[in-house]
């Protein structure tokens, strides 16, 4: 049975002066969510928003440090992080997820631990021969070489989102107008009254 404490988490919303929400990026490496993740996180951190990014790469290096990249372990990487983004989420807290999190019932069961409109899965669409193009660790060389087993988009599948709430495609947009994309569809979540406030500016502007 959870623990109950004097603090919920609507007076820790109420203190943060915003709702607790996930905003979790999903994609092939080198697809740019660790780079459009850190820019959203520093974004929402100068608005006063606050946020902690979880990176599938440093998660590795101490919570899940005992996974591989097994189907199973994989399972287990994101299970665990799934746990984790609820917490910082009761906390009433941002959290930015970036893991390549490649099978859709696995980010589906993360979706269900959280309440509608909570949980923002964020597909970070890029072709795959970009990717391997960019290659920024080396790590689709090596892949390719057959150095790496189980290495998702090359010898273990990927399984692209149906329904993700949003779809970035980073072969086609700067990473500000990722940013902006995301932080405007993440604001209605959680502060739905500065979305509103914007709107209403912007109907202003445009009838002048």
Not at 15 to 40: C, D, M, R, Y
Request: aromatic share 8%.
């Amino acid at each position: 049975m959870w623990q109950k404490t004097k603090v919920n988490r609507v007076a820790r919303e109420n203190l943060h002066e915003h709702k607790g929400a996930v905003v979790w990026f999903t994609g092939l490496s080198g697809s740019g969510k660790s780079t459009i993740a850190a820019e959203l996180e520093w974004h929402l951190y100068r608005q006063g928003i606050h946020t902690y990014l979880l990176d599938g790469d440093n998660v590795r290096l101490g919570l899940n440090e005992d996974l591989g990249f097994s189907m199973r372990d994989r399972e287990e990487n994101i299970r665990r992080v799934g746990h984790l983004a609820k917490l910082f989420v009761d906390a009433g807290m941002v959290v930015i997820v970036a893991m390549i999190s490649p099978l859709r019932k696995d980010r589906e069961w993360v979706r269900s631990l959280f309440a509608q409109g909570e949980f923002i899965e964020t597909f970070i669409d890029c072709p795959l021969d970009i990717c391997i193009e960019r290659d920024p660790k080396g790590l689709y060389k090596k892949a390719l070489a057959g150095s790496i087993p189980d290495f998702t988009g090359i010898s273990s599948p990927y399984e692209h989102p149906i329904h993700a709430d949003l779809t970035i495609r980073t072969n086609q947009v700067r990473i500000s107008e990722a940013v902006s994309t995301i932080e405007t569809h993440l604001v209605a979540q959680i502060i739905p009254e500065r979305s509103s406030q914007t709107l209403q500016k912007t109907h202003v502007l445009h009838q002048r």
